[in-house]
T-cell receptor
Framework: GAGVSQSPRYKVAKRGQDVALRCDPI?????LFWYQQALGQGPEFLTY????????KSGLPSDRFFAERPEGSVSTLKIQRTQQEDSAVYLC???????????????FGPGTRLTVT | AQTVTQSQPEMSVQEAETVTLSCTYD???????LFWYKQPPSRQMILVIR??????QNATENRFSVNFQKAAKSFSLKISDSQLGDAAMYFC????????????FGTGTQLKVEL
């Protein structure tokens, strides 16, 4: 596709449920990022993949959060036993990777708005 | 760790006028990149302009320009000839030049454009 796509766009979960959020990056993009954006805040980094390797997961807030990218393209962010504080927009971004600023430009998807009730 | 601060939660500008959004950052690194992103209500982040820290010349993209003051760790965005379509949330972001590629964002400035 032409851009990064995410699904679902909206998700409502009851506290304690598990959720899975999907990201389809731009074809050929090596790098993939997940960010969490709480209401009225800027996005905060969660995790980063280069191809299928998860190189940085320092931003994951707890062990309830898990991300994977098994074939180096589509990625899934999974949240187990959701809590109210998990309510946020989850943004995915991809970039070509490589060297130099040009290849590192991150293209963002529209995000998934998660509401935990 | 790097931090990015945007001290203006909201700004207003009249159509066709000029507005400046402020951003300061804190880092111990000498080589890095700075960005301004626009986020309309659709939530899709759009890159507006970028600046490499090693470049002294301020970046310019059509009606958008920056004032990059490396010593002061300041990176403001100037929007000239403001248009209704410029209304959005604007985020300042930092990225280290070496190692990790993650972006560190500020809290954003909501820009309103008035007729």
């Amino acid at each position: 596709g032409a851009g990064v796509s995410q699904s679902p766009r909206y998700k409502v979960a009851k506290r304690g449920q598990d959720v899975a959020l999907r990201c389809d990056p731009i074809s050929g993009h090596v790098s993939l990022f997940w960010y969490q954006q709480a209401l009225g805040q800027g996005p905060e980094f969660l995790t980063y993949f280069q191809n299928e390797a998860q190189l940085d997961k320092s931003g994951l807030p707890s062990d309830r959060f898990f991300a994977e990218r098994p074939e180096g393209s589509v990625s899934t962010l999974k949240i187990q036993r959701t809590q109210q504080e998990d309510s946020a927009v989850y943004l995915c971004a991809s970039s070509l990777g490589g060297t130099g600023l040009f290849f590192y430009e991150q293209y963002f998807g529209p995000g998934t708005r998660l509401t935990v009730t | 760790a790097q931090t990015v601060t945007q001290s203006q939660p909201e700004m207003s500008v009249q159509e066709a006028e000029t507005v400046t959004l402020s951003c300061t950052y804190d880092t111990s690194e000498s080589d890095y990149y700075l960005f301004w992103y626009k986020q309309p209500p659709s939530r899709q982040m759009i890159l507006v302009i970028r600046q490499e820290a090693y470049k002294q010349q301020n970046a310019t993209e059509n009606r958008f320009s920056v004032n990059f003051q490396k010593a002061a760790k300041s990176f403001s965005l100037k929007i000239s000839d403001s248009q209704l379509g410029d209304a959005a949330m604007y985020f300042c972001a930092y990225r280290s030049a070496g190692g990790g590629n993650k972006l560190t964002f500020g809290t954003g400035t909501q820009l309103k454009v008035e007729l």
